[in-house]
């Protein structure tokens, strides 16, 4: 066997290992100390390749986190399925510059199908454009540039060419819960953070729609969300839609995790009206499951979308040579990861089932969570479980009891501000936790319960 293929069998038996073991390991690692010294200083001379991967390996495995594994409920975070992960090994060996289908075919082709196949999955309209961006962060960035450049358009005004300076007014009305990534996107497109005009939410956090009707006034992005970070929560889509609208704003919505409700019949009723809304943001790698560096942008105006992304400026279609998409016209980068590859492998593995199960399973199993530890005494749930995320208080002790729990090895969930309370925040995202993994968490939040009250 040549070097090569001893080193890369070596990596992915490494994998494997790592995998196989990771449900029964700390959830996350106690003392990482040693990692600094064992990466050792930049070495003078060259090294052979897999003396280079063992030593990284070996310094670093000690400080993973296990998210991969079946009790990691901090932020939203998915554990990557089988096929995907194995694809994304693929993806990286194959190194394909995904620009367009000059520098890869095979690149292009599967996001386009991967793309379509998304598209079918969410409900969204079929001609619908997208982009392969980082993640949810990336795709809320995407998408308000092809807002900025489609509300500007109408009112006369070239914001490609020209620039912000001068140009008309825009304002971003967007509940007070927006995630913390729409004002970053604001930043970075120079519409600035004084842009928003906040509308007041409800009790669980979505948009209070007479609020909205009150303050939205001329050339405006209205940002909606599907999934509250903290609770779970979606906004009423269709009567947002309708009255922005009719105000000729264009409508975005943030739907990072919670727009995968979409994709199963018995949580449809969350995103009733996402489809008539003007762009989409989505993760691939929290509720789908595919390794990190995977978000979707999609938009229902292909032109604003080509017009604010394309690399030769704007009026683009983004329709490259030989009728195959150019994905880079579609999102801020030129040389870029081919992000389909993990995401055409999740949907094939799932299957339009398998993703509606994933969803439903993960909701199932927040619910369980809420009535388990509400059980608990001085524990309360304190959001509607409407999703997989469940926002529990302690009373005075929430961030010594968060400690203790995450000081356990047994599972991971972290601490939230919300309504200036501070609270345990649990998501459920992973296709592998079980109700057994769920009970053995709810048995070590118990058991840091009794010793942090008994130290009162
Ligand atoms: C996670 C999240 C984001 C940001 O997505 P990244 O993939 O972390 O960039 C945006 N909005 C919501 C609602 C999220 O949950």
Known sequence: MSELRDLLSEVAARVADYRESVADAPVFPDDTSGVRGKLGELPEKPTPPADVIRRLA????PALVATTGPRYFGFVTGGALEAATAADMLTTGWDQGAFNQVTSPAAAIVEEVAGEWLKDVLGLPSGASFGFV??????????????????????????ERRGLHGAPPLTVVAGEE??????????LLGLGTD??????????????IADLERVLDGPA???????????????????????????GAWVHVDGAFGLWAAATPTLEHLTAGVETVDSWAVDGHKWLNVPYDSGYAFCAHPESHAAAMSLTAAYLTGQGDGGVRAPSDFVPESSRRARGFATWAALSELGRSGVADLVERCCALARRFAG?????????????????QVLVGFGEDTDKMVEAVQRSGECWMGATTWRGRRLMRISVSG??????????????????????TRKN
Do not use: M, Y
């Not at 940002?223 to 609208?245: E, K, P, R, Y």
């Open 195 to 208: 842009a928003v005009r906040p509308v007041r939410t409800d009790s669980q956090g979505a948009i209070d």
């Open 58 to 61: 070996d310094a670093v495995e």
């Open 431 to 452: 296709w592998s936790t079980t109700e057994a993994d769920v009970d053995r968490a709810v048995a070590a939040i118990q058991a840091a319960r009794e010793t942090t």
């Open 178 to 187: 927006r995630h913390a990534t729409i004002d970053r996107s604001l930043r």
């Open 221 to 247: 992005i209205v940002c909606l969300q599907a999934g509250n970070v903290n609770t779970g929560a979606f906004d009423d889509f269709a009567a947002a839609t309708a009255i922005a609208h009719e105000r």
């Open 372 to 388: 388990q530890l509400a059980k608990i005494e001085g524990v309360t749930v304190v959001n509607d479980v409407v999703l997989n």
């Open 134 to 159: 980082t993640g949810g962060q990336g795709a809320n960035t995407v998408c308000l540039a092809a807002a900025r450049h489609h509300v500007l358009a109408r009112t006369g005004w070239d914001v």
